[in-house]
């Protein structure tokens, strides 16, 4: 039992990650839902609007931004195919905000130095956000078609204008799962399949354990055939010197 509940907490633990990212994911659900009004006329003008260079720019005071995956709770994205993110701004500032472009970029998760593609950005005309107001704006992006399956890291940002300084958000850098088109198993359907393999290997070990304790229960000690009966090997080692044991052995003589 005690290696049993070892066990159940091993998995308890694995699990956690994808249970966080699960309830992370529904919370910023219910935020953008609840919270964000959609911009009628953003006038996207498509990729690479503006080149920023490497420019980074400091976020302003008052404003707040959340990251949204619209129906793919795994964040999941295909390689080659078109991925859509909604990002949710709020303007709690005194002045309106005018919303230049979004980017991002993937990088290797152990390092963020080391980037693998640098996604096109995605500009707007006549796209703001009035103070105390929220909003919601699309991003589609792709990532190459030869990138190998795995984990990454998506960092993305949002770039926006109050009283014309430039300022930026970072909306998202966390992990996302690339794949390839033909697969479609989720990291909780790998997971599920991956603890039901171990339950019944577990299962299998246990039932392989009781086999082995009855078995060796009903072993018995061997018999020793004397003449023409049968008795006990532990039988004779009790019997051995005493007087019953000698008259046995003249008998036996007698026979013979």
Not at 28 to 38: G, L, P, R
Not at 237 to 249: C, I, N, V
Request: aromatic residues 8%; hydrophobic residues 40%; glycine residues 8%.
């Amino acid at each position: 039992m005690k290696h049993l509940r070892v066990f159940f907490f091993a998995l308890l633990l694995l699990a956690s990650p994808l249970l966080q990212v699960a309830t992370c994911q529904s919370d910023s659900d219910a935020e953008v839902a609840e919270t964000a009004e959609e911009v009628s006329d953003l006038g996207i003008v498509g990729e690479d609007a503006q080149d920023f260079g490497d420019a980074n720019f400091s976020p302003a005071p008052g404003v707040e931004t959340v990251c949204v995956f619209p129906k793919n709770s795994a964040r999941l994205v295909t390689a080659g195919e078109e991925t859509e993110l909604l990002v949710g701004m709020k303007n709690d500032g005194e002045l309106p905000i005018t919303i230049i472009a979004i980017r991002a970029s993937v990088h290797l998760p152990f390092d963020h130095k080391l980037l693998v593609q640098n996604l096109s950005a995605q500009g707007f005309n006549n796209a703001t956000v009035p103070a105390s107001a929220q909003a919601t704006f699309p991003y589609i992006f792709g990532v190459s078609k030869y990138l190998q399956p795995g984990s990454f890291d998506l960092v993305g940002t949002i770039v926006y204008e109050i009283d014309q300084h430039p300022y930026q958000n970072t909306f998202h850098n966390g992990t996302i799962e690339v794949v390839d088109s033909g697969v479609f198993l989720s990291m909780e359907s790998v997971f599920l399949i991956t603890l039901g393999i171990a339950l019944l290997v577990l299962f299998g070990l246990w039932v392989n354990g009781q086999i082995q304790n009855l078995s060796k229960k009903t072993k018995r000690a061997p018999k020793v055939e004397v003449g023409t009966g049968t008795r006990d090997a532990s039988m004779d080692e009790w019997l051995e010197g005493t007087a019953l044991a000698k008259s046995q052995s003249q008998k036996s003589k007698k026979k013979k």
